[in-house]
């Protein structure tokens, strides 16, 4: 079983709906985050989190929300889709004890009509 | 601030050459340096990373790279190329061994083709 998964896989919405992406871990770390990929940007910081109780915006934050549920699970909200919001978004997790590695989910593919 | 360059964001080589991905980083403290490699429709896997200590580091399926802090590079080899490294390469910088809420800033990209 993977050690970070993401659900959906695949998602195509419509302009003003709200989505939710979410993220699960079984790799008990602390720290989790999002990212967006766009094709020729590589990965672009959407928020963090270092536990449940520290949140922190990244570098593209503007038009997401996010919910640290428990340790394990990190969620990524799009509360009103617009069509360049549509990208690859990557979950990540990361040990305060290993700070030098992150472990990604295998992505959504993320569709704004 | 940290940021980080990725030279070409295509690189073609046959099978059997040498792959050469380049790297600059720009670090105001010493930096962690990673290569991450993406194959399609998956999520980013480390490939190798420096931290402190040797210079040229070694990864898996026979990728190496080398931290040259006076050219500010992180250079990303392999001396033969197989069909299977077909994929997506993003090098990435942090200040992790600075402030351990550092985060890691990733490069743009490269995308390796394997010419048969």
């Known amino acids: 079983d993977a050690d970070v998964t993401q659900t959906p896989r695949n998602r195509i919405t419509k302009t003003g709906k709200r989505i939710m992406l979410e993220c699960s871990q079984t790799?008990?770390?602390?720290?989790m985050y999002w990212y967006r990929q766009d094709p020729g940007l590589g990965l672009q910081l959407i928020y963090y989190?270092?536990?449940?109780?520290?949140?922190n915006k990244g570098e593209i934050s503007d038009g997401y929300s996010v919910s640290r549920q428990a340790q394990a699970k990190f969620s990524l909200s799009l509360e009103s889709a617009i069509p360049n919001q549509t990208a690859l978004y990557f979950c990540?997790?990361?040990?305060?004890?290993?700070?030098?590695?992150?472990?990604f989910g295998p992505g959504t593919r993320l569709t704004v009509l | 601030a940290q940021s980080v360059t990725q030279l070409g964001s295509h690189v073609s080589v046959s099978e059997g050459a040498l792959v050469l991905l380049r790297c600059n980083y720009s670090?105001?403290?010493?930096?962690?340096l990673f290569w991450y490699v993406q194959y399609p429709n998956q999520g980013l896997q480390l490939l190798l990373k420096?931290?402190?200590?040797?210079?040229l580091v070694k990864g898996i399926n026979g990728f190496e790279a080398e931290f040259k802090k006076s050219e500010t590079s992180f250079h990303l080899t392999k001396p033969s190329a197989h069909m299977s490294d077909a994929a997506e390469y993003f090098c990435?910088?942090?200040?992790?061994?600075?402030?351990?809420?550092?985060?890691?800033?990733f490069g743009s990209g490269t995308r390796l083709s394997i010419r048969p």
């Open positions: 990540a997790t990361m040990s305060s004890r290993d700070t030098d590695t992150q472990y």
């Open positions: 790799k008990g770390h602390d720290r």
């Open positions: 989190s270092f536990d449940v109780k520290d949140i």
């Open positions: 670090s105001s403290v010493p930096p962690y």
């Open positions: 420096y931290t402190t200590g040797a210079t």
């Open positions: 990435a910088v942090s200040a992790l061994g600075y402030s351990s809420a550092s985060k890691i800033i």
